[in-house]
């Protein structure tokens, strides 16, 4: 987009999310692919159910999206294409999902 209006743009903003969130989410103990493009980070889904996994962590305020949904069954897609502070207020949430899970 900023090709065509002309402008620069900051990717750094989206390297930080990205890096933040696969740190966080590796030190709880989820197994992540860390991304090289795009906005969004897949998961995965540490019970055999993806979509069920995006239910349970509706509960912490989590939205994820189940893997299957993009003929990927087993992960779910987080976006980080949101601002840092969302993405470091996550991250405990994420912890209480892991213990929930039994991965810490």
């Known amino acids: 987009i900023g090709r ?3 402008a620069s743009t900051d990717l750094s903003y989206y390297d930080r999310n990205r890096n933040t969130l696969y740190e ?3 030190k709880c103990g989820f197994t992540c692919q860390k991304p090289e493009g795009a906005f969004y980070l897949f998961m995965k889904s540490p019970i055999e159910d993806d979509k069920e996994f ?3 962590a509706k509960k912490y305020n989590i939205l994820i999206v189940p893997g299957s949904t993009f ?3 087993g992960f779910v897609r987080i976006a980080y294409c ?3 502070e969302t993405v470091v207020n996550s991250l405990p949430k994420f912890e209480m999902l892991a213990k929930e899970l039994g991965l810490k």
């Open 4 to 6: 065509c209006i002309d």
């Open 24 to 26: 966080g989410l590796t």
């Open 54 to 56: 995006a239910n349970i």
């Open 71 to 73: 003929m990927c069954s």
């Open 82 to 84: 949101v601002s840092y």
